[in-house]
């Protein structure tokens, strides 16, 4: 099946700091992909739909302006968390579907973020 | 806006026995897709079995099989011959059909379930 990946699998950074979130289809093209948010044992949560080409849609009560994505080419979409916060440590997912194959999506093995 | 609700957080099950994890949805759509997925410890999320709603007939894939019942808003996973590595969280989810809508290809998500398989 399809690839996707996501870098760095982990991060550590200080408050204050923004930090970038990688997230690639391998060997398909993808021009939406999907950012979601996960806290230990809980589900996830869609944050935003990135489009290539085009803003991106966020979710009502997702602060656009903290967390920037961009998806800049048919494979490669980046979500970038700005002054981030400890409430802001999460698990970070992105999922991609092949063009027009929006019902089978294809996940990335996420990004563990944490803001000390 | 679609719910998804999965009311048993956490499942445990004997090696070889057989779970139901069961899954309610509410939408006032016609057309849609069902899924159920699963997240092992690694937390890589792996698609365990779709169901398209007009389809009448369940899904099944190997061990894994569903009972959805569409007029009740149902979803319920099968699990048969319960493996080890079957032991993970496991989450129903949701997407519209229709195509060009601004939910088009959006996943939601139930609260998921742990599922223990014990040796």
């Known amino acids: 099946g399809a690839v996707v990946s996501q870098h760095p699998s982990w991060v550590i950074c200080k408050s204050g700091t923004s930090v970038k979130i990688e997230c690639r289809s391998l060997d398909f093209q993808a021009t939406t992909m999907f950012w979601y948010r996960q806290f230990p044992k809980k589900s996830l949560m869609l944050m935003a739909t990135s489009n290539e080409g085009s803003k991106a849609t966020y979710e009502q009560g997702v602060e656009k302006d903290k967390f920037l994505i961009n998806h800049a080419s048919l494979t490669l979409s980046t979500l970038t968390v700005t002054s981030a916060h400890p409430e802001d440590s999460s698990f970070y997912i992105c999922?991609?579907?092949?063009?027009?194959?929006?019902?089978?999506?294809?996940f990335g093995p996420g990004t563990r973020l944490t803001v000390t | 806006a679609q719910t998804v609700t999965q009311s048993q957080p956490e499942m445990s099950v004997q090696e070889a026995e057989t779970v139901t994890l069961s899954c309610t949805y509410d939408t006032s759509e016609n057309n849609y897709y069902l899924f159920w997925y699963k997240q092992p410890p690694s937390r890589q999320m792996i698609l365990v079995i779709r169901q398209e709603a007009y389809k009448q007939q369940n899904a099944t894939e190997n061990r894994f099989s569903v009972n959805f019942q569409k007029a009740a808003k149902s979803f319920s996973l099968k699990i048969s011959d319960s493996q080890l590595g079957d032991t993970a969280m496991y989450f129903c989810a949701f997407m519209t059909f229709h195509a060009g809508g601004t939910s088009y290809g959006k996943l939601t998500f139930g609260q998921g379930t742990i599922l223990t398989v014990h040796p």
């Open positions: 999922s991609a579907p092949e063009v027009g194959q929006f019902y089978e999506q294809y």
